[in-house]
């Protein structure tokens, strides 16, 4: 187990990397962690998580009462208590704001899709929280509760909670949640999303869960049908358009849904751009034909 020391330079680093891997900017975002005796180590409130110090460290209990430690807790500490008690087996969050993920919730883009294989593999899917206003306690519930099926998972306009049981592993959940972000949206960008095939979606998501593990709840899941995956990424054939379906509404999660256009204004589907250049090269290279 390491000992206080060690997990405040583990800290300092990880919130240092957040800032140098732009995941987070100015006062944005908050890290905590589990200390030995059961305390929580986390960052001080109104701090730049870039040039962070060890004198920009708190520590509380797990009720949130400070212990030690200039300034205050941060002000969402709150999430991150609702992590703590929802999962045991969580000894690291991090908030932070990474921008492409972001901006899918923003555009009313699910990252509830199974796209990379390895993602599938590791982490599964990314659910979008409602929005909530930031440092209440209804987000923290909602958090903490969505936490006890995730271990990565995005609030609608606000940010990512990524959870692990080391800072490094809430850190590369983080990294992976906006690296599939910027592939996704790439993808998108050249016309279309392919998402793998429900069976082999599902053998991923069997396999990680054995050799990984994940939430407990979701650990218990992987010799079902479908292990723990959302209907989003059982209900389609792998094509580049899936209906995203969400998972059950008990959850209280929102899966947004991929916009092709508007009532007040039409627009032509990317997908089809290849058709359309497919037909006007056949035309060119017979003239005569009336269409």
Request: with cysteine; hydrophobic share 40%.
């Amino acid at each position: 187990m390491k000992s206080e020391l060690s997990l405040k330079k583990e800290i300092l680093q990880f919130a240092h990397l957040c800032y140098e891997r732009n995941l987070l900017v100015a006062m944005d975002g908050n890290l905590s962690v589990k200390l030995p005796d059961g305390n929580i180590l986390c960052t001080q409130a109104g701090c730049h998580k870039g040039l962070m110090t060890e004198d920009q460290l708190v520590i509380i209990d797990k009720n949130g009462k400070k212990l030690r430690g200039k300034g205050q807790p941060t002000s969402e500490m709150a999430m991150h208590l609702a992590c703590y008690a929802a999962r045991p087996d969580i000894k690291a969050v991090i908030h932070a704001h990474p921008p492409t993920s972001i901006a899918f919730t923003i555009a009313s883009v699910s990252m509830a899709h199974c796209v990379l294989p390895e993602v599938v593999l590791t982490l599964g899917t990314v659910p979008t929280l409602p929005y909530a206003t930031t440092g209440t306690e209804s987000l923290a519930e909602m958090v903490g509760e969505t936490a006890k099926d995730f271990d990565a998972m995005l609030m609608d306009r606000h940010g990512a909670v990524c959870l692990g049981g080391s800072l490094l592993e809430a850190f590369c959940r983080l990294e992976t949640m906006e690296h599939t972000a910027n592939i996704t949206k790439m993808a998108r960008d050249m016309g279309q999303v392919k998402t793998l095939p429900p069976e082999e979606a599902t053998k991923l998501r069997k396999m990680g869960l054995e050799r990984y593990g994940g939430p407990p709840r979701a650990v218990a899941k992987a010799n079902t049908d479908g292990a723990d995956l959302p209907d989003a990424c059982l209900s389609c054939s792998g094509c580049g358009n899936p209906e995203p379906n969400g998972i059950a509404p008990s959850q209280n999660l929102r899966f947004a849904r991929i916009l092709a256009g508007s009532d007040t204004q039409k627009a032509t589907p990317r997908a089809s751009l290849s058709d359309m250049v497919t037909e006007e090269v056949l035309r060119m290279l017979n003239p005569t034909d009336p269409n």
